[in-house]
């Protein structure tokens, strides 16, 4: 499916579905949307047959849940070995997120929680064991995530 295959009715169940998927029932998408609860479960299933909708993760304050230390390992792969190097790091002991960088240098962004700096230094060593090189260690505060901006679409009524 492209972005040309979206409809309204799907850009508006994936808008919602970013805003809150655990509280937004079918029905109350379907009710947004314009359809029924029943077209919403089918049109899920086909996002997700589809790979647009890839899992449904909750937004966990670390700190809370007792992992105070939250760092981003800014680290660079040689091109070629950076898929493989970034699959291996979201294989590290504390690893939360892994991102891909399109750029030569600093290509691979690790998120990792550890509930002390022996713990960060460990995962620190085991991302240059597998082969990133470690540019830079940040101690990430806080961070804020909103839904996309309804793919481009007007805001669905609530």
Known sequence: MSKDSLDDVDRG?????QK?????TTTEIGEAVGVSASTVGNRLQRLEDEDIIK?????ID???AEFPLRVLFICTAAIPRREELSERALSVDGVVNVK????GVENVHVEAV???REEV???????????LDVVNEVLVKDERVQPFDHF???????
Do not use: C, F, W
């Open 114 to 116: 550890a509930p002390t």
């Open 13 to 17: 169940i994936l808008h919602l579905l």
């Open 62 to 64: 670390y700190h809370n």
């Open 100 to 103: 891909e960088i399109m750029a």
């Open 152 to 158: 481009g679409q007007d805001e669905v009524s609530e």
């Open 121 to 131: 230094t460990a995962v620190g060593k085991t991302l240059d064991e597998i082969g």
């Open 55 to 59: 899992g449904y993760h909750p937004q």
């Open 20 to 24: 809150d998927a655990r509280n937004t």
